[in-house]
């Protein structure tokens, strides 16, 4: 058993990996009771055999140990039981042999680290879903680290944020509040002690993870966060125009010149999360008011439902994107409110398999939008209108005239929301389109055909 024992000091036995969350460079000279099974060496002897066992994966000595009246949560001073170091080090089969003998799933060390806290902080995603379907949950805590060194980059001191607490609710429902950093207005997201539920937490912390990846000119910028005090608040750039919903309503339909920058601002954002490394990130929640206006410009907003798709196929070479790595369980909340307006039907069937093209169906629904001054099917509700892109395959009208649409950006919209996912374009050949439609815009003929073209009635050309 030599080979397996890392350290034996302090009454204590470590193997492998330690819990998630015990502090780094600390030690405890002195231990606070004691496991109710350490009576004696030789209760410490078998303990620390099946601690062993179950870091090595050896399924057959646990089992044996078991026999010989060892209870399968058998636990040292630190509360470490076999299946947290199993699941520490993802032996999947080992985890699944510990539950099939009833071993807590929810168990905490002496740190309060479950087992799925700590295959979480190992990234065993196999063991994490295997303890959560048998009912493990982790427990809602702060993201506070135990010294100075391990504070993150982005780290921002609350004191730091200063000014009026101004609050702001965006059409889309996301609450910010906009305060003063260093001198520039920013936007805060905060979690309040009202919303700290489990589930909020971890929304925030998978949207925290996300936006600290983002870095483009079309996508909205990541600042700083603050997770070492409470409440905790994500920290953006603030962005004081009106967002594309609230544009159109004012404005109606756009000129096409606008309508055609506005689109390659909104491909080249998209583009940039579809081609994130090692994963696309998919958005799934594309619609006018998570695009917010910067100047003359556009920037994807809004990440809360955004998540990585996992390429469950690549060993043999597909494209597909498969599954999520977690349950995505997130997709129903997308059927409520104005997002199913502009949601691709595979999306709003929850088909397993969709990928990255449900936003390529958004955005088709968007640049139409833009260009003929109604949102689609507007005399709908917002899942009627889901339900006649995936049950009829209907699609709305286009009721301007041809020529006011720039060649080539009629057929770009309908292959872009074309009912095969497959059939739809990439947004890296969106970007290509859109860019030999915006030169021909620049030719003279375009616009001599365009002031032939008188607007409706009521409408504004902006």
């Not at 050949?429 to 620049?442: C, D, P, S």
């Amino acid at each position: 058993m030599e080979d397996g024992l890392s350290i034996m000091k302090n009454g204590r036995i470590v193997f492998g990996r330690s819990s998630s969350l015990q502090p780094e460079g600390k030690e405890d000279h002195h231990v606070s009771g004691t496991s109710p099974i350490l009576n004696s060496a030789k209760d410490l002897e078998q303990v620390a055999g099946m601690l062993y066992c179950a870091c090595k994966g050896d399924i057959e000595g646990l089992n044996q140990l078991l026999e010989e009246g060892l209870t399968v949560d058998a636990a040292d001073f630190d509360g470490r039981t076999a299946l947290h170091l199993a699941a520490c080090e993802g032996h999947l089969n080992v985890v699944q042999f510990l539950i099939d003998k009833g071993a807590d799933v929810n168990r905490g060390d002496r740190w309060g680290s479950t087992p799925l806290a700590d295959a979480r902080h190992y990234n065993n995603d196999d063991v994490c879903r295997l303890l959560e379907q048998h009912g493990a949950r982790l427990k809602i805590s702060s993201m506070r680290v135990a010294t100075t060194k391990e504070i993150p980059e982005y780290e921002i001191l609350p004191e730091q944020l200063s000014g009026k607490d101004t609050k702001y609710k965006m059409p889309n429902g996301s609450k910010y509040r906009v305060r003063t950093w260093h001198g520039t207005r920013v936007a805060v997201k905060v979690l309040s002690s009202v919303d700290f539920t489990e589930e909020a937490f971890n929304s925030f912390r998978d949207e925290l993870d996300l936006l600290q990846k983002m870095r483009h000119p079309n996508v909205v910028q990541f600042l700083g966060a603050v997770t070492q005090s409470s409440p905790m608040m994500i920290v953006t750039e603030f962005m004081p125009q009106m967002d594309l919903a609230k544009y159109l309503k004012e404005k109606k339909r756009l000129d096409p010149e606008r309508a055609v920058a506005y689109a390659l601002d909104i491909a080249r954002g998209m583009n940039y999360l579809h081609e994130h490394k090692p994963d696309p990130i998919i958005h799934r929640a594309l619609k006018p008011s998570n695009l917010l206006r910067d100047g003359k410009h556009l920037k994807v907003a809004n990440f809360r439902l955004s998540l990585p798709k996992y390429d469950s196929a690549s060993e043999n070479g597909s494209e597909n994107v498969g599954s999520n790595r977690s349950t995505d369980s997130l997709t129903t909340k997308l059927h409520k409110g104005s997002s199913c307006r502009y949601m691709a039907p595979e999306l709003y069937r929850n088909d397993p398999d969709y990928d990255k093209s449900v936003d390529v169906f958004s955005f088709a629904l968007i640049v139409q939008e833009m260009m003929e001054g109604s949102t689609p099917f507007h005399f709908q509700p917002p899942e009627a209108a889901a339900k006649l892109y995936a049950n009829e395959d209907q699609r709305p009208p286009f009721r301007h005239y041809a020529r006011r649409y720039p060649s080539g950006l009629r057929e770009l919209i309908e292959d872009c929301w074309k009912k095969v996912p497959s059939a739809r374009p990439s947004f890296s050949e969106i970007i290509v389109r859109l860019t030999e439609i915006q030169k021909g815009m620049g030719q003279k003929g375009f616009f001599r055909s365009l002031s032939c073209v008188n607007p409706s009635p009521g409408r504004v050309i902006s």
